[in-house]
């Protein structure tokens, strides 16, 4: 009998998996080459991923209509070859499942009509089991993808780490200051707390429920970590990331806390087993500061990818050179949306021909 569609959780049922070297390499296990796949691929450099999402007028309505979902999620899996597929979702999902309600601006981005200003806001809040549950279009879209990827390679679940979802509760938007979510911290740190415990209960109940439904990994997005000062990264990001690790003990976990390359001798002793870098931070320091136990995850520039093919091997080749083993290769941030499909390919290319037996 197949496990691969068995109804329980995947590391409950032992989940078969065709091509597991993402996991290994989490896991700390030796393998030929390090495993690929990019950050925002499920979109827009893909031409299958345009034309599907032209069925819908806007994203929200993509996002929670599971078998298109789902099958965003695939497609980088059939036309790239990558090691892993990421669920398509939206970090925002979760301020919208605690009750804050946002658009998604076409070319611009996301926008909350009502932001948190007071604590009363706060209070109103929906949070944990209750936000999580309204969140069911999320894990049908994983049970979905699983059951698409029949175990060619695992399925990565997602959510926003608190303090950047903070920061758009706050901001309700992106922004080039983040001032008024900066504000938040000086002026009423014990509300900025209680909106960070809000946002951490829902999260850890959010991201049970995706490992129930299959995802066999799990990555947070600090987006806005390089916002904070060093000392607020300490107090009101790492503590709530360390909470939602411990309470994730059977799924490896991925940290990318963003610009935050002066918090990485503390997101290196978090209960998690890889660790994100965007592309300012060299290997050799990010190594040095996080120890020997962590998988690193990144961090090629995204703009290399618009460059000639010989560059983007060279700099591909490059970068795997300084990470050595225990690395997952990836972008230092999101695939830009109009990346050649022939760059991104390129660089897939280079990594899945790397063999560290021949090179070391
Ligand atoms: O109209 C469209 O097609 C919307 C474009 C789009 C897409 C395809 C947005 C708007 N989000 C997404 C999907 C998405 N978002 C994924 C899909 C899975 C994959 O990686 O392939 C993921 C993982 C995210 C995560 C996300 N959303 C982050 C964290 C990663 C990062 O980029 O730092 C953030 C900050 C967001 C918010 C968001 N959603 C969309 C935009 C344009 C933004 C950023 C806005 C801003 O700069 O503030």
Known sequence: MSKVFSAQPAAA????LHNDLL????????TDRPPVWLMRQAGRILPQYRALRSNFQDFKTFVKTPEAAAEATVQPVDELGVDAAIIFSDILVVPE?????????????PRFPEVIEKKADVDAL???ENAAERLYYVFEALRLSKQILAGRVPLIGFAGAPWTILAYMVEGSGSKTFSRARRLLYAEPALAHNLLQKITDTTIAYLQRQVAAGANLLQLFDSWAGELPPAHYRTFAV??????????????????AKGAWFALEDLGELPCEVIGLDWNIPPA?????TGESKALQGNLDPCTLYADE??????????LRQFGRRHIANLGHGVYPDTPLEGVKVFVETVKKWNYGKQV
Do not use: H, W
């Open 13 to 16: 049922s032992g989940d078969i």
């Open 23 to 30: 996991l290994r390499v989490a896991r700390g296990e030796p």
């Open 97 to 109: 499942a605690m009750g804050l309600n946002y658009e998604m601006i076409e070319a611009k981005g």
């Open 126 to 128: 929906i949070s944990g």
């Open 239 to 256: 503590p709530y990331l360390q909470q939602i690790c411990e309470a994730l003990p059977d799924v490896p976990k991925t940290v990318f």
């Open 285 to 289: 320091f990010a190594r040095a500061r």
């Open 310 to 319: 010989k560059t983007i091997a060279d700099e591909t080749n490059e970068m």
